[in-house]
């Protein structure tokens, strides 16, 4: 479970709290403004209270040599790309690490996605990891990492540009 939506299941304890605690005592007041925060924490100032994360970390910086794009479902319509697409350029590998290693928590409210996409990477030592990216009809740019749902919109304008996006495709079939 995420970070934020523990935040968000604390901001629902607080409230329970108070509903039980004595009304106009310090607790109350104190339960109630706790809930207000998590509440509004947990929906939209994630990134600015819990600042960037490292959507990679478990690399443990190891170089990568290799990103792939795929389909992320079959016969899915909002893919980013109908087949495999390799990124091998040591510069756009460079960019795109660069906007994973910055990264905001997100909580998710169901967004409808524009397109989906698996993104493998790979590492020279043949490790690799696998992040779901998902842009949303909001501009947003989703991450689905192992351990999290982070954010990142500048990462779906450019996957866009790599992959010479015009609109959202079925997976070819072979």
């Known amino acids: ?17 108070y509903l039980f605690s004595k009304k106009g005592t310090v607790l109350s007041k104190v339960l109630f ?3 207000i925060f998590a509440f509004l924490g947990s929906f939209y100032l994630p990134g600015v209270i819990f600042g960037t994360w490292n959507s ?7 170089e990568v040599h290799n990103i792939f794009l795929q389909p992320s479902i079959p016969d899915w319509p909002a893919n980013l790309t109908d087949s495999l697409t390799v990124i ?41 990891l696998s992040l779901r990216i998902s842009k949303t009809e909001n501009n947003g740019t989703v991450i689905y990492s192992p351990d999290n749902e ?20 079925v997976m070819k079939k072979e």
């Not at 990679?56 to 190891?62: P, R």
């Open 88 to 128: 091998s350029d040591t510069s756009q590998i460079a960019y795109i690490l660069d906007l994973l290693k910055k990264t905001e928590a997100y909580f998710l409210n169901h967004p409808i996605p524009i397109w989906e996409t698996n993104m493998i990477l790979i590492t020279k030592e043949n490790d690799s």
């Open 1 to 17: 479970m995420s970070f934020s939506k523990w935040i968000f299941i604390s901001g629902f304890l607080f409230i329970i709290l």
């Open 33 to 35: 403004v706790l809930a």
């Open 56 to 62: 990679i970390k478990s690399l443990k910086g190891k």
């Open 150 to 169: 982070l954010r990142k919109d500048e990462l779906g304008s450019y996957l866009e540009k790599v992959t010479n996006f015009t609109k959202p495709s």
